[in-house]
């Protein structure tokens, strides 16, 4: 395929030869070398790797990591901008859904290439132990990405080298279960390669464990009507080993999670490492997406003032749950000491909830300068900690009908702590869900979640998929003991309607292929049985 064939080109001799620094977290990548003279250090083959944490991920992350992870779970809305992600209208011809493919493949591709760099063209000088460190990021970044690929697409094509697409681009798409199977050994050889600590920014062992936890999740439940007991008990092993045996640990206050200064925090166990005002390509461009004006980011542009926030989102939120919401979007009287700091703070006053992660104020006091159009200094979690306390929980439950006790619960009602919310005595699904879409609301993961749930309980997620009003906001106001109230329909207040009715159904869950690819290769055709990989 063609777009195939590009990625390896562009990404394979351009991209990963290009040298970044230690520091890589700050600093611009600087010169390039030549494949011959390249891994001939530690240090070399480490720079190596610095462009699985931001470089690969570009493409993904520009705009569509927000459309397939939040917009298509109904954490925002834009009529304006790319409303068919809200309203389940994406066709095989969007160009995000295209930037999504080409760019998660980017990953892949990149990824193949330090496998294969570790394995042929290391000198002498290289240790075992960077050769080691370097196969385990290769091969986590890989099986994450499958892991994504397999959520949004359901069957995809497996490879792991690159020249067996450059040699016959028609590859059929792999059976589910092997994709399985495959980001299942991924993350289990990275969770034994790579170490427990490491610089800041990199993968450690315990980044590999609470990925590989969520599969084992995941796997318990897909296409079974009964979760699978020995997947379930994987998970709960492997998140519990997260939570008790990493020293990781919760951030006290909910909002600093989403602050640049707090970049590579305790809680963070795997993020994309952007650079502050790095150029095209290394800097978070979502920044101009999900800003809705000038007033909070000190007059640099940004062109989110059209999203707004569906009701079925806010609804989520209990009555006392203000940290959480308040971290996650603008609503009326809503005080932030953290924006605008030069003016003494920022009190939002618009009627029309806003979103507030990922808006992280101006570029001066507020981000030491780091502020730019389309260029944000914050890092984008792949993964925290109290992902795994609520896999933990989910695992826990397994297939009863509610959880009383133990562990799991304990670790659930750990972040209910930190929202400053009473904890639960018992806890259902339906608790998990609502739980999951609070706590990772605008973290760009929650739809991948729900297609988990889908393929456990597919007739019982399909009604919530319909129940959630897409597309749907309204004009909010506070009570004096603040409870967020919606307006009624009356006077100059009314209701935001998308203009056609929203319905999901069976067959439009996952995506579809980019046609031009179908086109290439026919063997992406959906009415063809997937191959078997192993």
Known sequence: MRIFKYIIIAVSFTGLLTSCSDDFLDRQPQGSYVEETYYVSDAALEAATAPLYNR?????????IHLVGSVRANEHYNKYQDPQWGLNQVTALDGHLVKAWQGLYSVVVMSNSV??????????????KAKQTALGEARLMRGVTYFYLLRIWGPVILFENN????????????????????IINDLKYASEALPESAAKGRATCWSAKAFLAKAYLARSGW???????????????????????????????????????????????????????????????????????TEITGGVN???????????????????????????????????????????????????????????????????????????????????LADCYLTLAEACLGNKQELTGGEGLEYFNKLRERAGIPAKDRITFDDIIRERRVEFAMEYVNWLDMVSWYKWQPDKMMAYFNEQQRGIAAPLYKEPDGTMVFYEDSGNYQWSYPEITVTMNHDNVFLPYPEADVIQNPLLNRNLEPQPYY
């Open 56 to 64: 690969c991920w570009f493409d993904y992350h520009e705009r569509a």
């Open 115 to 128: 496998i294969d760099a570790v394995q042929n063209k290391c000198t002498s000088e290289v240790s075992e």
């Open 163 to 182: 020249q067996t697409i450059v040699d016959n681009p028609i590859q059929p798409r792999h059976t589910e279960a092997d994709i399985f199977q495959f």
């Open 223 to 293: 296409g079974n009507t009964e979760r699978n007991d020995s997947d379930l008990e994987l998970a709960r092993q492997t998140a519990l080993d997260v939570c008790i045996n990493s020293g990781l640990q919760l951030l006290n206050d909910y909002a600093d999670l989403f602050k640049y200064k707090q970049n590579n925090n305790q809680e963070s166990l795997l993020a994309l490492q952007w650079v502050p005002n790095g150029s095209w390509y290394y800097c978070n461009t979502l920044y101009a997406d999900l800003c809705f004006g």
């Open 302 to 384: 940004v062109w989110g003032g059209s999203d707004n926030i569906p009701m079925d989102m806010l609804r989520q939120y209990e009555r006392a749950d203000t940290i959480r919401r308040n971290a996650t979007y603008f609503t009326k009287g809503s005080y932030y000491p953290y924006i605008c700091i030069a003016d003494g703070g920022y009190t939002f006053t618009g009627n029309w909830a806003k979103i507030k992660k990922g808006a992280i104020g101006g570029p001066d006091d507020d981000n030491d300068g780091y502020v730019k159009s389309m260029n944000s200094p914050l890092n984008t979690y792949l993964i925290r």
